[in-house]
């Protein structure tokens, strides 16, 4: 558990329509009043389908509340996007993490996890479960 600090959770899409929705049904289907922090960073700068550095880099700053930031990505892109900007070092939060998961499900996991004030491993290994849902 952490030490009262809530794992902040940003999730990057190609579009910034399908990043705030799955971000309002995160935050809905846990309880909706959840004060877990996350931000969409969907669809470049000037509004069309991509992914911007600059707005994963804005809207990681702004769920950092000391307890890591963990960062869901859709596609391929999305998440060359996120680890280019690891790989610079300064651009994100200390101790952010792109989690593998799958991206609607692994975020509604995360948030989940997040409410609970578990730490940033926990919130990446719920997300990281999700794979495993079954739909049969």
């Known amino acids: 558990m952490s030490d009262g600090k809530l794992v902040g959770i940003v999730l990057v899409s190609h579009s910034a329509e399908v990043a705030a929705s799955v971000a309002g049904l995160a935050k809905g289907l846990a309880g909706g009043d959840v004060s877990v922090p996350i931000a969409p960073a969907g669809g470049t700068a000037a509004g ?39 790989a610079e070092g300064d651009e994100l939060p200390d101790g952010t ?37 079954r739909k049969e």
């Open 48 to 86: 069309g389908f991509g992914t911007s550095s600059e707005l994963v880099s804005a809207a990681a700053a702004s769920v950092d509340r000391g307890a890591g930031v963990a960062v869901l990505a859709d596609l391929g892109s999305a998440v060359l996007t996120v680890k280019a900007l690891l």
């Open 97 to 133: 993490r792109l989690v593998d998961a799958p991206f609607v499900e692994g975020a509604v996991a995360a948030v989940v996890t997040a409410a609970t004030g578990a730490d940033l491993a926990a919130v990446e290994a719920a997300a990281a479960e999700a794979y495993a849902y």
